[in-house]
């Protein structure tokens, strides 16, 4: 079983970036796939992006593309979502998940593991 801790939130001018980090213990970490989430005050939670067992694959939103990256090292047990230009709507508490399939979905029921979250703060 695996367990995740994120970090790296903040509160940030609208323009600027963060990095956030999602280290994962208690498990094989290069066997999961990671997914990155997102919840704002009052909606739903929403797929970010993810990342494959091996960091072969990634996937954005397609509204993120272009400003969100992700990457993993498996030898630090860290996956990472690097977020540029930052605006006011990207104002949530950001989650990661592990999965144990190949590559990581935008489905959030697929996800066993879950993080407690990171709280992101972007002001206009």
């Known amino acids: 079983q695996v367990q995740l801790v994120e970090s790296g939130g903040g509160l940030v001018q609208a323009g600027g970036s963060l990095r956030l980090s999602c280290i994962a213990s208690?498990?094989?970490?290069?066997?999961?796939?990671v997914g990155w989430f997102r919840q704002a005050p009052g909606k739903t939670r929403e797929f970010v992006g993810g990342?494959?067992?091996?960091?072969?694959?990634?996937d954005i939103a397609s509204s993120l593309m272009g400003r969100f990256t992700i990457a993993r090292d498996n030898a630090k047990n860290t996956v990472y979502l690097q977020m540029n230009s930052l605006k006011s709507e990207d104002t949530a508490i950001y989650y990661c998940?592990?999965?144990?399939?190949?590559?990581?979905?935008?489905?959030?029921?697929?996800?066993?593991?879950w993080g407690q979250g990171t709280r992101v703060t972007v002001s206009s």
């Open positions: 998940a592990a999965d144990s399939t190949p590559w990581a979905t935008s489905v959030l029921t697929n996800y066993n593991y």
């Open positions: 990342i494959s067992r091996s960091g072969g694959r990634t």
């Open positions: 208690g498990g094989t970490f290069s066997s999961y796939a």
